[in-house]
């Protein structure tokens, strides 16, 4: 079993910074992808960003050019860089691990970001 542990959430004023990360509890084999997600208060969980195993990132549009995602070169850690944020940002921020054998979940962070 895999646990992945999160940190970095916090509250910060619109136009701020935040950076997250999510650290597995071991090394793992047969990663495919690791992901970000967000959910907002009575809303749906929504994807953020992913990096897949051979380094290409991908970003849903709000976030574009405002965040940035990256990895550890051992794949153990993944790593949610997030500027310029906006009171739409807020939410619970998950990560996600997928590897050929099961999908693993962390417990989420919040990130608020109000004035």
């Known amino acids: 079993q895999v646990q992945l542990v999160e940190s970095g959430g916090g509250s910060v004023q619109p136009g701020g910074s935040l950076s997250l990360s999510c650290a597995a509890s071991?090394?793992?084999?047969?990663?495919?992808?690791m992901k970000w997600y967000r959910q907002a208060p009575g809303k749906e969980r929504e994807l953020v960003a992913a990096?897949?195993?051979?380094?290409?990132?991908h970003y849903a549009d709000f976030v574009k050019g405002r965040f940035t995602v990256s990895r550890d070169k051992a794949l153990t850690t993944t790593y949610l860089q997030m500027n310029s944020l906006e009171p739409e940002d807020t939410g619970v921020y998950y990560c996600?691990?997928?590897?050929?054998?099961?999908?693993?979940w962390g417990q989420g962070t919040q990130v608020t970001v109000s004035s």
């Open positions: 071991r090394l793992i084999t047969g990663i495919r992808a």
């Open positions: 990096r897949t195993v051979n380094g290409n990132a």
């Open positions: 996600k691990l997928e590897a050929a054998w099961g999908d693993f």
